[in-house]
């Protein structure tokens, strides 16, 4: 079985050169990897994971930490984890890509759906109707006018499936935001890879190739445990 991966674990500058345009970002293990633009800077690891996890006193959230290795990056000026979620500004608004790697338990294995990796971000993906509805009028809700913009089941190969989900919310009563997701489980279906872009629907659209780019460099090579 593949070793599970820590928050402490790294980030791997693979290109080896001087000004390249890219930063190249791998799991522990070197099976999950993607690259962001190099003006594009790694946020502080315990606030993403108070931000993914919750408290780190609750043991649920000490054991999810335990079997998730997670980076985070953010093009804005003022690199913050709180931007996962959160615009920095409407003005100065930047996209912001979390990476997760989630070994699961025996019983998760049984369980994975392509629904599963859909919501394998955090964010209510794939609902059903009457979930949908009840979400959306719940006024302890910050999820609210759910758009789903394209959802795309990714061709198999060496055994690993995937999809990629782009899609729209407003979250606390702010701007529509703009989430491009992709997700991988892993050909001995023990991972699940996850790579999450937000920014606000207008800067999506003013950045869709840049972000594009992020979003078709996340690949996932695990073939067996």
Known sequence: MVAVTTASALLTGLSGCAGSQFTYVRDDDGATYFKVPSEWRKVDQA???NKVFGDLQSETARLQK????????DAHSRP???HLLVPGSLVEDQPFVMAKVQTLTPSQRNEVSLNVLRNSSGLPVALSTEARQQLESSSASPFKDFELLTDQVLPVKDGVRGIRAIFNYRLLGGPVQTFDETAYLSADGTHVSTLLIRCTAACYRKRTKEIDQVAQSFKVKRLTS
Do not use: E, R
């Open 47 to 49: 606030s993403l994971d």
């Open 66 to 73: 335990q079997l998730t290795w997670t980076v985070g990056f």
């Open 80 to 82: 913050s984890a709180d």
